[in-house]
């Protein structure tokens, strides 16, 4: 497995940005799950099958569209507050699309969201403390809109 380094160009508030995201990357797979709680990933699954991830080209289109819908935020009262726009406006367009959205792929979403922060310099931990905490929150929002399967509801009362 290679990592790969990927640039992104944005602007936040007129000002351009870089942003170099890490991931590894085989066989044309890129695994985004460097953040999920294990209890995401796992499921009823052994842990060594349990990293996520998506085609490279998916991938950089999924986090292309979050930077491009931060880009479009005029104001927010933190740089974290830009970076969680960006998500829920992904995350928004695909239930108006959709209306359901598996939650392996909010996840990805989430994945994506929590690498663009990596790239953008926050901590390695608060990160893996934001990724449960925006998770459960979108879940909350919009319980009608996550669609489960038996291996993918950590925040039902039927998940064991």
């Known amino acids: 497995m290679e990592?790969?380094?990927l640039n992104f160009d944005t602007e936040l508030l007129g000002k351009p940005l870089t942003y170099t995201i890490e991931v590894p990357y085989q066989d044309g797979l890129v695994a985004t799950?460097?953040?999920c709680p294990t209890e995401f990933l796992s499921g009823a699954v052994d842990i060594m099958a349990a990293v996520r991830g998506e085609s490279l080209d998916k991938f950089m289109e999924d986090c292309r569209r979050q930077l491009i819908a931060m880009s479009k935020m005029t104001e927010a009262e933190?740089?974290?507050?830009?970076?969680?726009?960006?998500?829920?406006?992904v995350v928004m367009d695909h239930f108006s699309r959709h209306d359901?959205?598996?939650?392996?792929k909010l996840l990805i979403?989430?994945?994506c969201f929590c690498l663009i922060l990596k790239a953008a310099?926050?901590?390695?931990?608060?990160?893996?403390a934001i990724y449960p905490r925006v998770t459960q929150?979108?879940?909350?929002?919009?319980?009608d809109h996550v669609d489960y399967d038996a291996?993918?509801?950590?925040?039902?009362?039927?998940h064991s």
Not at 100 to 104: D, E
Not at 121 to 126: A, C, K, R, T, V
């Open 3 to 5: 990592i790969l380094k």
């Open 33 to 35: 799950s460097m953040f």
């Open 78 to 89: 933190t740089n974290l507050d830009f970076h969680i726009g960006g998500l829920m406006a």
């Open 100 to 104: 359901k959205m598996p939650f392996g």
């Open 109 to 111: 979403h989430v994945d």
């Open 121 to 128: 310099g926050y901590d390695p931990d608060e990160i893996r």
């Open 137 to 143: 929150t979108i879940v909350d929002l919009y319980p």
């Open 151 to 158: 291996y993918s509801a950590p925040f039902t009362e039927n």
